[in-house]
């Protein structure tokens, strides 16, 4: 008998929720103080975005994510399997294996990840698709998607025509996303990337900052307004390089990781670096 | 008498600007719709209720209808002695006196038509949610009103949500704080809503009403505050929906769910539009949406700062003002604020 599909009831009732003060499930990123930004880590049942662009980090937290998941409740993991979805071929699986020495409680980490492979945003909604009767059987409880820009750069052309349909994909995929969210209590993690912002242009601003900087470049997350409506959290990471010192030739890299929107936190940001494969935050 | 005047700004003048004028019957002696207020500061002993239940909630201090609304039926339970059913029976027969004080005792030739003169009353006295911002409140002309519509827009992280949680967290102010002492339905049709955020906001309404409390006249000094942040969750009917079929749901299934007090704060989301060759931002369902709601109000930035702008409204003209969202929930800007310091 299939079982894969479960009758969905419904019934208007089954969607009233008792609210318990119990805050949202989080899973942790692995470090406390970057977790005290966060209130506890990536929350559960929603969309969390990571905007940057490359060479910020970003597929080193996620990657971390990934690890993190499996580590048990109290340790505020999500005690599960993660699933990390890419379409930026190929796997950066030495980069993951480098990265799992940093937690060796858990046990056979790589085998608690799941990658699959996207080619399109179309793709993408179709493997979505046929998550749902996997999810109803298996212990995934994070999914990162890397990134999802790029799925959608080579379908759309800058033209209203294709904007529009481009939009309706986002909603169609974010929907379908916070759906398995709340079905599954899943914490969904989306990695988007960045575009130029002229100077000159009266930027649309979303969020904390009236801009975004990195590398000194004035930017904004790739994909627009409507796919900002689809987040529920946007977490912003750039870099600035800095003069180290009195030698005014040498200089140092700062990473900083900001809440651009989120419905529970300040407007706040935090610095970390990278150190040994691991992304930890740094005290002020 | 805690000022509950209708129309006005006054729920969110007394947290928010100079108490003195708050605390003393200046409004009342101004107000005749307060008579009727005034006389729920009535005697507890002409309510119908067994005279030794009667006996007992005048010896354990409730002598005036108003402190019975603050406190839960099982709070009146420990209290006196008597049993959950019995302490529910108390409120709702003093709900009961209090509505039929307050209504007008209308006529009507055709059964559900209403004199202008009765809708006016009634208008008028219909309650208001604040915001907790008082320019915002006042923009409003009081806050968000029952019995209508009310659609915020804007883009994300302006505090569309906030808003959402502020108002439903402050529908549930007990009469004695001047608010509705209603309850909220919750359609989450994004998944933005956080306890945490709720309770925090909670938890600062409550500290509010505490620092208020001590302005309080001295007949309702017995009415403590024995609300707890999480109190207030239970108040709020969370829908989670994640289609439009879903939501069709719901919105046929409140019909069970209406009360008096209902009304409907929607939120919605903005996208930008394509015309005559310029972006503008517009609300994002268009304008067959938009003929649905009585009132619209539209969150923005400006450079820093955030403002809300009434767009459309049957009973208040075109307005701006700013608000912020701190870490209590959505209050006054910073650089407007004139609070003065609560001891």
Same mark, same amino acid.
């Not at chain 1, 979303?206 to 987040?231: H, M, Q």
């Not at chain 2, 005047?5 to 947290?15: A, V």
């Given at each position: 008998?299939?079982?894969?599909?479960?009758?969905?009831?419904?019934?208007?009732?089954?969607?009233?929720?008792?609210?318990?003060?119990?805050?949202?499930?989080?899973?942790?990123?692995?470090?406390?103080?970057?977790?005290?930004?966060?209130?506890?880590?990536?929350?559960?049942?929603?969309?969390?975005?990571?905007?940057?662009?490359?060479?910020?980090?970003?597929?080193?937290?996620?990657? +971390?994510?990934?690890?993190?998941?499996?580590?048990?409740?109290?340790?505020?993991?999500?005690?599960?399997?993660?699933?990390?979805?890419?379409?930026?071929?190929?796997?950066?699986?030495?980069?993951?294996? +480098?990265?799992?020495?940093?937690?060796?409680?858990?046990?056979?980490?790589?085998?608690?990840?799941?990658?699959?492979?996207?080619?399109?945003?179309?793709?993408?909604?179709?493997?979505?698709?046929?998550?749902?009767?996997?999810?109803?059987?298996?212990?995934?409880?994070?999914?990162?998607?890397?990134?999802?820009?790029?799925?959608?750069?080579?379908?759309?052309?800058?033209?209203?025509?294709?904007?529009?349909?481009?939009?309706?994909?986002?909603?169609?995929?974010?929907?379908?996303?916070?759906?398995?969210?709340?079905?599954?209590?899943?914490?969904?993690?989306?990695?988007?990337?960045?575009?130029?912002?002229?100077?000159?242009?009266?930027?649309?601003?979303?969020?904390?900052?009236?801009?975004?900087?990195?590398?000194?470049?004035?930017?904004?997350?790739?994909?627009?307004?409507?796919?900002?409506?689809?987040?529920?959290?946007?977490?912003?990471?750039?870099?600035?390089?800095?003069?180290?010192?009195?030698?005014?030739?040498?200089?140092?890299?700062?990473?900083?990781?900001?809440?651009?929107?989120?419905?529970?936190?300040?407007?706040?940001?935090?610095?970390?670096?990278?150190?040994?494969?691991?992304?930890?935050?740094?005290?002020? | 008498?805690?000022?509950?005047?209708?129309?006005?700004?006054?729920?969110?003048?007394?947290?928010?600007?100079?108490?003195?004028?708050?605390?003393?019957?200046?409004?009342?002696?101004?107000?005749?719709?307060?008579?009727?207020?005034?006389?729920?500061?009535?005697?507890?002993?002409?309510?119908?209720?067994? *005279?030794?239940?009667?006996?007992?909630?005048?010896?354990?201090?409730?002598?005036?209808?108003?402190?019975?609304?603050?406190?839960?039926?099982?709070?009146?339970?420990?209290?006196?002695?008597?049993?959950?059913?019995?302490?529910?029976?108390?409120?709702?027969?003093?709900?009961?006196?209090?509505?039929?004080?307050?209504?007008?005792?209308?006529?009507?030739?055709?059964?559900?038509?209403?004199? *202008?003169?009765?809708?006016?009353?009634?208008?008028?006295?219909?309650?208001?949610?604040?915001?907790?911002?008082?320019?915002?409140?006042?923009?409003?002309?009081?806050?968000?009103?029952?019995?209508?519509?009310?659609?915020?827009?804007?883009?994300?992280?302006?505090?569309?949500?906030?808003?959402?949680?502020?108002?439903?967290?402050?529908?549930?102010?007990?009469?004695?704080?001047?608010?509705?002492?209603?309850?909220?339905?919750?359609?989450?049709?994004?998944?933005?809503?956080?306890?945490?955020?709720?309770?925090?906001?909670?938890?600062?309404?409550?500290?509010?009403?505490?620092?208020?409390?001590?302005?309080?006249?001295?007949?309702?000094?017995?009415?403590?505050?024995?609300?707890?942040?999480?109190?207030?969750?239970?108040?709020?009917?969370?829908?989670?929906?994640?289609?439009?079929?879903?939501?069709?749901?719901?919105?046929?299934?409140?019909?069970?769910?209406?009360?008096?007090?209902?009304?409907?704060?929607?939120?919605?989301?903005?996208?930008?539009?394509?015309?005559?060759?310029?972006?503008?931002?517009?609300?994002?369902?268009?304008?067959?949406?938009?003929?649905?709601?009585?009132?619209?109000?539209?969150?923005?930035?400006?450079?820093?700062?955030?403002?809300?702008?009434?767009?459309?409204?049957?009973?208040?003209?075109?307005?701006?003002?700013?608000?912020?969202?701190?870490?209590?929930?959505?209050?006054?800007?910073?650089?407007?604020?004139?609070?003065?310091?609560?001891?």
């Amino acid at each position: 008998m299939n079982q894969t599909r479960i009758t969905h009831l419904m019934k208007p009732e089954n969607l009233l929720q008792q609210l318990t003060p119990i805050p949202t499930q989080k899973c942790t990123l692995g470090c406390p103080i970057l977790d005290g930004l966060l209130n506890g880590g990536i929350p559960c049942n929603s969309i969390t975005e990571l905007v940057a662009e490359s060479g910020c980090g970003k597929t080193q937290i996620s990657l +971390q994510l990934l690890l993190t998941a499996q580590l048990p409740v109290s340790l505020g993991g999500l005690s599960s399997t993660s699933l990390y979805l890419y379409s930026e071929s190929p796997f950066p699986l030495r980069r993951l294996h +480098q990265l799992s020495s940093s937690f060796p409680t858990l046990k056979n980490p790589l085998d608690n990840i799941l990658t699959h492979p996207l080619h399109s945003a179309h793709h993408l909604f179709d493997v979505l698709s046929q998550l749902d009767s996997f999810l109803l059987s298996s212990p995934i409880k994070l999914i990162v998607i890397d990134s999802i820009a790029a799925l959608f750069r080579f379908e759309f052309e800058n033209n209203p025509r294709d904007l529009k349909q481009r939009s309706g994909l986002f909603f169609k995929i974010s929907s379908k996303l916070k759906e398995q969210a709340r079905r599954f209590g899943l914490a969904v993690v989306v990695i988007n990337q960045v575009v130029d912002v002229m100077d000159d242009s009266d930027g649309l601003r979303i969020g904390n900052s009236a801009c975004l900087y990195t590398s000194e470049r004035k930017v904004s997350a790739a994909l627009g307004l409507s796919w900002a409506n689809c987040v529920n959290m946007r977490l912003f990471l750039s870099r600035n390089e800095e003069v180290a010192g009195d030698d005014c030739f040498a200089t140092r890299t700062r990473r900083f990781i900001r809440v651009v929107f989120a419905p529970h936190l300040p407007d706040s940001y935090c610095e970390f670096v990278i150190t040994g494969e691991k992304i930890c935050g740094l005290e002020r | 008498m805690i000022c509950t005047r209708k129309n006005t700004t006054c729920n969110s003048t007394i947290w928010e600007k100079d108490k003195k004028e708050a605390v003393l019957g200046e409004f009342e002696r101004e107000n005749p719709e307060k008579a009727g207020q005034r006389r729920l500061v009535m005697e507890v002993s002409s309510l119908p209720i067994s *005279a030794s239940l009667r006996a007992k909630l005048i010896s354990g201090g409730y002598t005036c209808l108003s402190s019975l609304f603050s406190v839960s039926s099982s709070h009146i339970a420990q209290d006196l002695k008597i049993s959950e059913n019995e302490a529910q029976e108390i409120l709702r027969v003093a709900s009961q006196r209090r509505a039929s004080e307050r209504s007008n005792g209308t006529t009507s030739m055709v059964n559900g038509a209403q004199s *202008a003169w009765e809708m006016l009353n009634e208008e008028q006295s219909l309650g208001r949610i604040i915001t907790s911002c008082s320019e915002l409140d006042d923009i409003l002309g009081g806050g968000i009103s029952c019995k209508e519509v009310t659609e915020i827009g804007g883009v994300p992280g302006i505090g569309k949500t906030q808003l959402g949680i502020q108002l439903a967290v402050n529908v549930q102010i007990p009469m004695d704080y001047g608010g509705l002492q209603g309850k909220a339905v919750y359609i989450d049709t994004e998944g933005s809503f956080m306890v945490e955020r709720a309770l925090q906001i909670a938890e600062a309404c409550l500290e509010d009403m505490r620092g208020y409390h001590g302005f309080l006249k001295r007949d309702l000094q017995g009415c403590q505050i024995n609300m707890q942040p999480k109190d207030f969750l239970e108040n709020i009917f969370y829908f989670r929906v994640c289609s439009y079929t879903e939501q069709i749901a719901v919105v046929n299934y409140l019909e069970k769910f209406i009360s008096e007090h209902k009304d409907v704060v929607l939120l919605n989301q903005v996208t930008t539009k394509y015309t005559e060759g310029q972006y503008q931002l517009t609300l994002a369902l268009g304008d067959s949406w938009s003929h649905a709601c009585t009132n619209r109000v539209i969150l923005y930035w400006n450079g820093n700062e955030r403002y809300a702008y009434i767009d459309k409204s049957p009973s208040v003209r075109s307005a701006t003002a700013p608000y912020s969202v701190t870490g209590r929930g959505i209050r006054s800007s910073v650089s407007n604020c004139k609070r003065v310091k609560m001891m």
